[in-house]
């Protein structure tokens, strides 16, 4: 069966640095999407990684390992903004994303 | 980046009468539509797949004549739940895949919250 498992709340300060963990099992593989979902809203895309290694985009970065099933989201100079729900969204070999729960990330000041 | 538009987006009705969501990708052509639903704190549960032009292709579990998907021109999908009852209240939200595989991004709307009273 497909599957995908991250934690499901963090909680990290203001200024500091989190690194959100997803590990995965799907039919087939197209890639990994990164989305950040604010309460009551839509998912935003914040990264795509399809190769093994470290995507850095910002603030943001993303690493994939294919033969480990793993992937991480890295977020530094953490804002209060940043509190949101972080979805890790692997692509299956039909190319549709499969979702998890997702982990909602606290920030505090 | 692409820009997917869904209206309304935020929808009040009465139990039994019959709610349409328009999802449109404004600056590109979607050949692949996807309608999501999402229950407060659950992850996103895709319904179906909605390709231009042809029937869409439905999840297990989601009834094809009580969400009625129509993928009329490359820019437009249309979900319309029918005879709505107050436990289909949730957030649906669409997404636009554009045409080309080489990049497999999906773009969503903002999403339509229905409350079913």
């Known amino acids: 069966g497909q599957n995908i498992d991250q934690p499901t709340e963090m909680t990290a300060t203001e200024g500091a640095i989190v690194q959100i963990n997803c590990t995965y099992q799907?039919?087939?593989?197209?890639?990994l999407f990164w989305y950040q979902q604010h309460a009551g809203e839509a998912p935003t895309f914040l990264s795509y990684?399809?190769l093994d290694g470290l995507e850095e985009k910002g603030r943001f970065s993303s690493f994939l390992s294919r033969s480990k099933g793993y992937s991480y989201l890295l977020l530094k100079e953490l804002q209060m903004k940043d509190s949101a729900s972080y979805l890790c969204?692997?692509?299956?070999?039909?190319?549709?994303?499969?979702w998890g729960a997702g982990t909602k990330l606290i920030i505090k000041p | 980046g692409a820009v997917v538009s869904q209206h309304p987006s935020r929808v009040i009705c009465k139990s039994g009468t019959s709610v349409k969501i328009e999802c449109r990708s404004l600056?590109?052509?979607?050949?692949?539509m996807f309608w999501y639903r999402q229950f407060p704190k659950q992850s996103l549960m895709l319904m179906a797949t909605?390709?231009?032009?042809?029937?869409?292709?439905?999840e297990q579990g989601v009834e094809k004549d009580k969400f009625l998907i129509n993928h009329a021109s490359l820019t437009l999908s249309t979900l319309t739940v029918t005879s709505a009852h107050p436990e289909d209240s949730s957030f649906y939200i669409c997404?636009?895949?554009?045409?080309?595989?080489?990049?497999?991004?999906?773009?969503f709307g903002p999403g339509t919250r229905l409350t079913v009273l």
């Open positions: 997404s636009a895949r554009v045409g080309s595989l080489d990049y497999n991004e999906q773009f």
């Open positions: 600056d590109f052509q979607a050949t692949t």
């Open positions: 909605s390709n231009e032009g042809s029937k869409a292709t439905y």
């Open positions: 799907t039919s087939g593989f197209n890639g």
């Open positions: 990684n399809v």
């Open positions: 969204a692997p692509m299956d070999s039909n190319y549709q994303l499969i």
